[in-house]
Structure formats: C-alpha cells, structure tokens
C-alpha cells in the first residue's frame, strides 16, 4: 500500500519529484533522544532541529484555515470581518480575517468518522517548498480541576497569567476566558531551558527560556501556549496534544521517524529541582546540578499516520489534486479505550492544525548528506534579512526575513464533545458526521473561510450504516454579509432533490406518493431536518399583514420560518440516521443555495450490504485495477477518503462485484 500510495503521489503531481535541501518539519532529536549523535561541543547539550519558523502575530499574508470541523483562527463570537485578539488561545500566524465564529459546540459519537477538512496558501507536496502538516487533538474531563478545564471563554481577553485571575467566571458562573493549554502546563514552558542547540540566524532571543525561539524571539504570550512546543515537533518536552497524523515530504523515510518519535508512543523527560534555571532539557546537565530527572509516561495509543504530503499550488487557498476536493483527512473519533472521559459523556476536546514551508536554503533532517542547520550557523548564517545580490551587474535586494525562511502557521478548532453511542447502536456499527462548511457572505465576504457547503460533500455509505446529521454556525457574522434570513445569521437545512442539478426540491406529495426513493422514510424526520423544529411561525400572508409588504423586514422577522429565522440557535443537531434503503441520494438546503450566487448541495450514495467474501473480491478487483496505473493513486485514495469522487469511481466496481457476488451466490 506504501508503494501504491507513492506511485499515486508521483503520478498526480505529473512530475519528477528532485532531491532539494529539505528542512522537514520540525527538528532532528538528538540530546537525549539519541544521546549518541551528541558532539561534546557544551552548546549542543540539547538537540539539533531544523526549522519551523513563525513571525510575533501582526497583519500576515493568510496560510493555513481549517474549514472542517470549523477553526477559529483565535475569534471566538465577535462580530466584525477581523477577529479582535491574535493572542486569545494560540499563534495562528494566520490574516485576521479568518475563523468561524462560535455558535454552539458540535458533538460527535465515539468511533464516528469526522472528516477534517483545510485549505493551506503556500504549496504543499510539489518541488517549490518543503511542507509539512501536523494534525493533533486534546481532550479533557468537563468536571475536572477548574485549572485544567478546556474551554471556549465568553470574551475576547487573552486570559491572565495569574492564578488568582485566570479562572475569572461571569455572573452565570462561565469562564472569562477561553483556556487550550492549562496554567500549570505554561509556567513549566516558562520554567524550561530553551533548546539552545537550535538555529536562529541573526535573531535576538528575548529570554532564555522555551517562550523564545527565532520564529518568536519576543516571548509574545498567546493564551497559554508554549512557543517553542509549538514551532518544532516532535517536541522534546510533555506536551497535552496526542498526534493524528503527519503529512511530510519523503514520507518513506520520514514517516518511521515521526511516528517512532511521536509522544503517542514514547516517553519524555524532564528536569526539576535543578540549581541552574531555567530548568535544563538534557539529563546530564540536569542530574549534576541536583536535580531530579523524570520521566513522562507516553500516551499509550497508536501511533499518528503518516502520509504523503498532500499537493496543492502555492499562492492560493483552494482544493487539492484530486477532483478539486478539498484536502482532508477522516479521523476516527476516540472511545475510551483510549479517552477514559468518553464514560460519561464528559470530554471537552479541540483540534489543532499545523502547517510548516521550510526553503532549501536551510538545510535539516532528512537531507541526504547528513547536514544539519543548527546554533554553529549562526555566526555565519546561510540567511540574511533583506540581502543585496549582484545579477548580470546590477543589484538587487530580496525580501527576506530570517524569521519567515520556515514558517508554521495553525489554525484550531472551537471546542467540542465526544459522547457515548447511545445504548441501541452497535459498538462496531459505522457512524459517518455529515456537518456544514462555510459561513454567511459572498465569495469575497467570507474570503478566506468558504461560502456554505455540504461536509462532506458525497458520502458513501453501506445499509445499515448510521449518519449523524448535526452542524453549527454563528449569529455574529458581519451585518452586511450578504444571505438570506435575518442580518449575521447561519442556518442551514436538508430537503431531498432529483439531482445535483435540480434547485426544486421534491414536494411531500412526490415523497409519499411511493414512487420517489425517499432519503428519510419517515415524515418526522424529514421535517425535523428540513424545518429544524421552529415554532411560533408566521405564514406569508401574516408576515405582509404585519410589515406592511416592506420585504427586507419580512426577510429579518424571526418567526419568517421559510428563512429558518425561527431556528433557535444555528447549532442543529439532527441525531443518527439509520440508512435503510439504497441507492443515490440528492439533498439541498432551502435557504442557502441561490442559483448562480451559490451552491449548497449533498449526496448520500447508500450501496449494498457487502458480504466477507465480497470483500475479498471488491479488494482483489480494486487492486487488479489499481494496477494499471492512473487508478493506482485512486485506489489508495479512496480508503483514506471515501466520500470523495474517486472513492465513488471505486465503489461502483464495489457495487458491481456485490452484484456478481449476489448472482452467485444465486448459483
């Protein structure tokens, strides 16, 4: 599969992919982790890394967003086009436009399968720059120690690094300020050594201490994340994040090392008590000094995937190589196996999204000829901010800044809930999240957020398969966006269509008549997704009664229901669907899809009950045609997404042997 999933990458791109100086993403472990590699020169007492490089959080050029499940880019509920605090929870490095606004927590069944979905700038998996994508949750117990509790806050206040202040509460008893990594976990980062090992150009480290590092000399506070955690990975310290997957460069070589050394899998160490401080990170230093080295137990969970890195071009926040999908990654939802606050419904959990460019002009590990870019370049970097350069006689001066010349940025998400499959649905039963990308606006308006769509947009399902029907949004989008419904507000609906091409849906006398294969079997259901339970409605004639035929209050009325204005909140959560019946399913949303304004459209592809044996068959024949060549990188794309066009192209030769296999088993 490894060789089937590097030919489609090579394929894809349609080009020869040439060695280059690489600087993959984060850091080369030396120190301890290979104490072996350690020169005895007293400077690279800790570790060698390469490079991830970020600049202090002021007006950037946009760079990586996630679209699905909604990140924040820090907002959390304000209402303008640019969020108001770049420092609330964490370093995005990202332009202010971007991030959902909050508007209710999503709740996802453990074992589920949530697509993550984003979209990134700069290319990624092509020969113009090394890239690398992290993808990492964190949960906790939503009655756990007040100091450790994840949440979203109610302010825009970056939360106080004091702990007579920091879990402030309002008069309803709610959290002042949203809090990701816990006070406690900072005053370590404040307490730890950085890793001076590192290179850092002509940078000037503000402190000696792991909130430096060249990416963010200043030691800039962002919530209580750690600077130094979050510009190099795998990081060398304890950290709250578990790892999901890791999308790199090189993935046959590098991918055995990141997940070798991800904290899922192995421990780390730390060093208290010593007299030298900040506290030192190798353990020789650390034990000669009187203090106490321990070590930090490991997650104890699989090891993160790890993937080729997924191609799109630079300079553009748009879709992937394959069939213009977004690039994406499912993630199976953690039970308690793993998460223990599963039990009890009680786990409050984020995602986080990391995205590194690294430039050849600094080398790091994975180079081929073993060469490193570390603290011995500094004195003589192999980079300068804004250098003059003489071609063909003239001078020239090049925009460079030694902080951007690899670079992260990240996006996270707004908190949310894992809960148990309710009593009645299989533990192995597959349950698929079907959400809501996008916000309210234009093209330009929600720019670099998306307009509204489907997540995902098709999805591939067996019978006897569940679909939980659940999305969010916000009420706090800017006044002006343009939409339909009342000024600032998401609200989004199911209702079944004859095609992706139709903007008509069907009638509840075409649904009952027994000739349509109707989505929801049941009226109920089909009213709950399509109405999302409104009350208090007006009719049309009431509404022009009460505003006096002035049609833009009409429009903002919230008991206008054909607007879905009567929607309490825009978090809808539909619950689980059994999917029945099968075949080819068409869906749209009343309010939001405007011919040739926008599109908001899904498709549910419900196949066959596959057998075991078909199985068998379904896999010999998709690696028969895997074999040929173009399909090979499909195949193997398919598995990792299988709600896409290509993963449709594969199931319908699964449904055709399924159908082979029922005429013979029919003898």
Not at 78 to 84: F, I, N, S, T, V
Request: charged share 20%; net charge neutral; hydrophobic share 30%.
């Amino acid at each position: 599969l490894h060789q089937l999933r590097t030919a489609m990458h090579h394929h894809l791109i349609n080009q020869e992919r040439t060695s280059v100086c690489q600087s993959y993403y984060y850091l080369d472990l030396v120190s301890f982790l290979f104490p072996s590699c350690v020169r005895t020169t007293p400077m690279r007492t800790a570790l060698v890394a390469t490079l991830l490089t970020c600049l202090l959080a002021t007006s950037t050029f946009a760079d990586i967003y996630q679209q699905y499940p909604p990140g924040s880019n820090d907002r959390l509920n304000e209402q303008g086009a640019d969020r108001q605090n770049a420092q609330r929870l964490f370093n995005s490095q990202n332009n202010a436009r971007g991030g959902y606004c909050y508007g209710g927590s999503l709740n996802y069944y453990a074992g589920s399968i949530v697509p993550i979905e984003w979209t990134n700038q700069h290319s990624c998996g092509s020969s113009k720059a090394q890239c690398q994508v992290v993808i990492q949750y964190m949960c906790g117990y939503n009655d756990g120690p007040e100091e450790e509790r994840i949440r979203d806050g109610t302010t825009t206040a970056t939360i106080n690094d004091d702990p007579a202040t920091f879990n402030a509460k309002n008069a309803n008893g709610d959290f002042v300020s949203g809090m990701h990594e816990s006070y406690a976990y900072y005053q370590l980062c404040k307490g730890r050594a950085r890793n001076k090992g590192l290179f850092t150009s002509n940078q000037n480290l503000n402190t000696n201490d792991a909130r430096s590092t060249r990416q963010s000399n200043g030691a800039t506070r962002y919530g209580f994340e750690c600077s130094e955690e979050r510009d190099y990975y795998p990081y060398w310290a304890a950290s709250p994040w578990k790892d999901i997957v890791v999308y790199t460069e090189d993935d046959k070589k590098m991918c055995p090392y990141f997940q070798k050394e991800s904290l899922n899998v192995k421990s780390r160490f730390s060093c208290s008590g010593s007299k030298q401080t900040p506290q030192p990170i190798d353990e020789g230093t650390c034990k000669s000094n009187g203090g106490s080295w321990t070590e930090q137990q490991a997650w104890g969970i699989p090891e993160p995937d790890c993937l080729p890195a997924p191609w799109n071009r630079d300079n553009h926040l748009g879709n992937g190589a394959i069939g213009g999908a977004t690039n994406s990654f499912n993630w199976t939802v953690p039970t308690q196996k793993t998460e223990s606050c599963v039990i009890g419904d009680k786990c409050v959990c984020t995602i986080r999204i990391r995205y590194n460019i690294t430039t050849a002009e600094i080398d790091g590990y994975g180079m081929y000829d073993g060469a490193f870019t570390d603290y011995t370049a500094n004195a003589k970097p192999p980079i300068s901010t804004d250098p003059s350069i003489t071609v063909a006689g003239n001078n020239f001066t090049l925009a460079v800044n030694t902080a951007q010349f690899g670079r992260t940025f990240q996006d996270r998400t707004h908190t949310f809930a894992i809960k148990n499959r309710p009593s009645n649905i299989p533990a192995d039963a597959k349950i698929f999240n079907l959400g809501v990308r996008g916000k309210r606006g234009n093209i330009v308006q929600t720019f670099p957020a998306t307009e509204y769509d489907f997540v995902p947009e098709t999805v591939v399902a067996q019978a006897g398969d569940y679909i939980h029907f659940q999305w969010t949004g916000c009420d706090n989008n800017p006044q002006n966006n343009d939409g339909e419904g009342f000024d600032g507000s998401d609200r989004s609906n199911i209702a079944q269509i004859p095609d992706v091409w139709a903007n008509l849906p069907y009638s509840d006398d075409d649904l009952n008549s027994g000739k349509i294969n109707a989505l929801f079997k049941d009226r109920n259901t089909r009213q709950l997704m399509s109405n999302l339970g409104q009350t208090g409605c007006l009719s049309y004639a009431e509404l022009l009664e009460k505003h006096g035929n002035n049609n833009g209050n009409i429009e903002d009325d919230r008991q206008n229901c054909m607007k879905l204005n009567a929607a309490p909140t825009p978090h809808f959560d539909g619950g689980l669907v059994k999917m029945t019946s099968e075949g080819t399913f068409h869906y749209m949303s009343t309010r939001n899809n405007n011919f040739s304004n926008r599109s908001q459209k899904g498709t549910i592809i419900i196949l066959p009950l596959v057998p075991a044996w078909g199985v068998a068959l379904i896999v010999i024949g998709a690696v028969a045609v895997a074999a040929a060549g173009t399909a090979t990188g499909g195949y193997v794309y398919s598995k990792k997404h299988p709600h896409g066009r290509v993963a449709n192209a594969f199931n319908s030769v699964s449904e055709k042997f399924s159908n082979l296999g029922q005429r013979l088993r029919r003898g």
